[in-house]
Structure formats: C-alpha cells, structure tokens
C-alpha cells in the first residue's frame, strides 16, 4: 500500500511540475500525467482524422491558439492565419516528427533543412512554372482517357470505389512527368513501389503515434526501424537504376540535339531531365539529391491528388445541381466532345475551378502542418517560445468562422464573387503556408480540372457525401461511403 502511495504521490510530483504554468496560450484539456496529449493521437486512422478535425475547430473557437504537450516538449496549435503566416515564413525549419521521413526523403522539399531547402527550390521552381507545365498536358490528358476507358467497364454497375483508380491514375501521371518512364518501368513504378510505399507510410504513422519511438535511441533498435530500411531499400532499389538509365539516354538526345541543331521550346521534358541537367551544368544535385526529390514528387503528389479529386466526384454527384453547372460550362467552352483540355480551356472553367477549391477548403487533404519554433515568436496575444512545434491548422483556417455562418456548407459560389470571400487573404491555405508552401499547387491544379473535365463530360455520377467517413496517416483519405455510380451522358 505504502508503495502505492509513494508512486502515486510521485506521479501527481512530477506532472505539477513539468505542466506547462505560465501566462500562454489555453491549454487543450483532458492532459494525462507525465504523458500530456500523447493518448489523444492513439487510435485507429478514422479516430486521427476525427480528432484532428475537432482540434482545429476548438483551436477556432478558443481565440486561434492553444497548447498541447508531449512530455516536456510543447505544441501551439495556431488557426489565425495572419500568425500561421508570419510563423510559417518565420520559421522555417520543419518539426522533429518531419524527421522521422528523413530516411526515406533525405534532402527532399518535405523534410530538408531551410538552408538547404532554399536553394533547391530555387533551381527547381523553373521547372513548375506554367510555360513548362503546360507541355504536361498532353500527358495528362493521355493519362485521363486512358482513366476514362477503364472507367466505361463500371458503368451502370454497382457503387465503385474510384479512389483506387484514382491512385493509379495519379501514380502513373506524376511518374511520367516525373521521371519520364517507359511501360516498363512504369508498372514497377505502379505495383512494386507503390506497395513499399504504402507499407513505409503505414510505419511512420505506428511511430507517430508510439511516444517512446519519438526517441532515436528507441527507434533505432526496433523492428520497426528493420521494417523501414528493407522498405527503402527496396523503394531504393527501384529508383536508383531509373535515374541511370535515364541519364545515359539523356545525354545521347543532348549530344543528337546538338548535333542536329534541334532546339524545341516547348518539348516536354520530365523533372528528372531538369534535375540531371542542373546536376550536370552546374553540378546542382547530387544522385541522392535528385532521388530525395523525385521519391518526394511522387510521394507528395499521387497520394493528396488521389484523395482529393475522390472527395470531388463524391461531393459532385451529392449535388445533381452544381454536377449540371460544371457540365454546362464544358459545353460552352467546346469540350464536350472527345478532344483534349487545351491551355487556352483550362483558365476558363471557373465553375469547375470554384468546386475543385470549395471541396480543398472543406476537405484540406494536409490538415496541419507543423513548424519548428527556433526563436521566439510574438503574435497578436503570445508569444510562442523557441524549442517547441507549433502546428500550423490548415483545417481550422480553411473552415474558420471568418468564412462566414455558412462556413460549413459546400457553396462553390462563394468562389465567383470576391465580395463573399473572406476579407484576409490568407483564409484559404489548401497548399500549405508561406513562402515553404507545395512547390506542385499549380500542377496539382492542372491535373485535377483535367481529369474532372473528361470525366464529367462523359459520365453523370452519383455519391452521398453524407455517408463518407476519412482517416488520417499522412494525409486525410476516404475511407468508408465514398463510393460513386456512375451511367453514360446521351
């Protein structure tokens, strides 16, 4: 009994003083002793997704800034987006849990550290600007009917799950204008790949939300740490010999380029052949450079689009009437028939445009995003204090009371008047914040209207928003009532 007591007294000891006491920001309630918030992140995928949901709206509701803690180690959750700006491009080192994909992502834009992610994304923006994303579209728009034939097999029939389409739809679109692939490496890249990445995904998410494997020291002598080298091996493994390949046959098209005097402009070239040129002219990348960046592209990319151009057609087909505008708009700018989605077209689907950022804000596919704190940061009414994370709510700042009263209704229309959009223009944060945001928004963008055009000028399709269910791992994805019907346009 005595010993009961003592540990008792012990554990009440040490949580009165190591919780947190001063003049901050409120504190998340339901803390545990010695271990803080860490439970509340335990639990299946679906209950992650729930929880970050509800954290982002009490975070709204309690001033846009409170506290959680893990052990000694403090996060401020931030949803204003004046302050989620100013800490975004203030600091701009990631937090520690970015380093448990280092790894896998090395030097990659994810997980790299500021000094040396500034200056490959400044050698690698030219290559998403909107000149060369615009030689993607033929590829995208292959890749797209090449979706649309198979899904002509499911017409008619029962209620499809469209997200596993999606997922290889995606996956075969970013690889190839990624990394410039051949069908052969292309179906590595869609079986073999994808299923290690899943698994190394599945695996971060187990450390996450282990608290003693947020300890190196823990981690390393784990099987979960064996589990994660075989699978970046492997993933390694794949990777390694494509970027090889492609730099020998790279420099025969350089060297038959040259001597043909053959300078086309607008010529599609893959990310990959703008690496391995900035690597060879200005000796910019190393091989494991360019492979960090191309595992992040097509890590970063086939999941988010995936999942959210799901949410679309799912949100779509609950609402026969906006499904009609957007159709109605295909019509009027001649896409209708079966021809591809020009440059020229794109800019004019407004509608389309308006309902693909309606389902980013209510559905964000990255709902936090999570800074280092490497100096104190004064905001409008703390200050967040150096050697904590502040989590950066995109949820909560895409779904903020600023949005108005009907903050929780899909209204694309809210998109065509500026008088209706929020007077801060930081309010809409579906691409992350700040100056570290995704290098890829505009070709995620281009990818997403494209595919919703071939698909919604052919097919209607049906789906109950109301019935869908999402988990959280790295990024928020269907999970349960997502699926969609889809029968022929006359």
Not at 41 to 51: V, W
Not at 98 to 107: E, I, M, Q, S, V
Not at 186 to 200: G, L, P, S
Request: proline share 4%.
């Amino acid at each position: 009994m005595s010993v009961l007591l003592c540990t008792v007294i012990c554990v009440v000891f040490i949580w009165w003083f190591m919780k947190p006491r001063d003049k901050g920001p409120p504190i998340y309630p339901w803390a545990f002793p010695l271990v803080g918030h860490l439970p509340h992140i335990i639990g299946d995928r679906t209950y992650l997704a729930r929880f970050l949901k509800s954290l982002n709206s009490y975070c709204v509701e309690k001033g846009d800034v409170i506290r959680m803690w893990f052990g000694t180690h403090t996060f401020y959750i931030v949803t204003d987006p004046d302050d989620s700006i100013l800490i975004a491009n203030s600091c701009l080192n990631k937090s520690y849990f970015y380093d448990f994909a280092k790894n896998f992502l090395g030097t990659g834009l994810i997980t790299a550290d500021a000094s040396l992610w500034k200056a490959h994304r400044k050698l690698l923006n030219p290559a998403f600007n909107q000149q060369v994303l615009n030689t993607f579209l033929d590829e995208i728009n292959g890749q797209a009917r090449s979706l649309v034939a198979l899904l002509d097999t499911e017409v008619d029939k029962k209620p499809i799950d469209v997200r596993s389409h999606f997922v290889n739809f995606t996956l075969k679109t970013v690889s190839r204008t990624s990394l410039g692939l051949d069908v052969k490496d292309q179906n590595v890249i869609d079986t073999e790949y994808a299923e290690a990445f899943e698994e190394y995904v599945a695996t971060l998410v187990e450390r996450v939300q282990s608290g003693w494997m947020h300890l190196s020291y823990a981690f390393n002598f784990s099987a979960l740490k064996r589990k994660q080298d075989a699978l970046i091996k492997k993933m390694k493994s794949i990777i390694d010999p494509i970027i090889v390949k492609r730099k020998s046959d790279l420099k025969m098209i350089n060297r038959s380029n040259a001597d043909n005097n053959n300078t086309i402009p607008d010529r599609f070239k893959p990310v990959l052949d703008q690496m391995l040129n900035l690597a060879e002219e200005q000796n910019a990348f190393t091989n494991e450079d360019i492979r960090a960046h191309l595992d992040t592209f097509v890590a970063a990319s086939y999941d988010t689009s995936s999942s959210a151009m799901t949410f679309m057609l799912v949100v779509i087909g609950s609402n026969e009437d906006i499904q009609e505008k957007i159709y109605k708009e295909l019509e009027r700018e001649h896409v209708n028939k079966d021809e591809d989605i020009t440059k020229d077209v794109l800019p004019k689907l407004v509608y389309l445009d308006a309902v693909v950022k309606e389902t980013l804000r209510l559905y964000s596919p990255v709902p936090v995003i999570l800074r280092k704190l490497d100096k104190n940061i004064r905001i409008k009414n703390y200050t967040l204090e150096a050697g904590n994370t502040c989590v950066i709510g995109l949820q909560g700042i895409n779904n903020h009371t600023m949005w108005g009263p009907d903050v929780d209704q899909f209204k694309p229309e809210r998109w065509l008047d500026p008088a209706t959009l929020p007077k801060n223009p930081n309010a809409f944060m579906a691409f992350g914040a700040g100056r570290r945001n995704c290098i890829g928004k505009l070709y995620s963008m281009m990818v997403i209207k494209t595919t919703l055009a071939h698909i919604l000028r052919r097919y209607r399709v049906t789906g109950d928003i109301s019935k869908l269910q999402a988990e959280f791992d790295v990024v928020l994805k269907p999970v349960t009532g997502h699926r969609i019907g889809l029968t022929l346009r006359n």
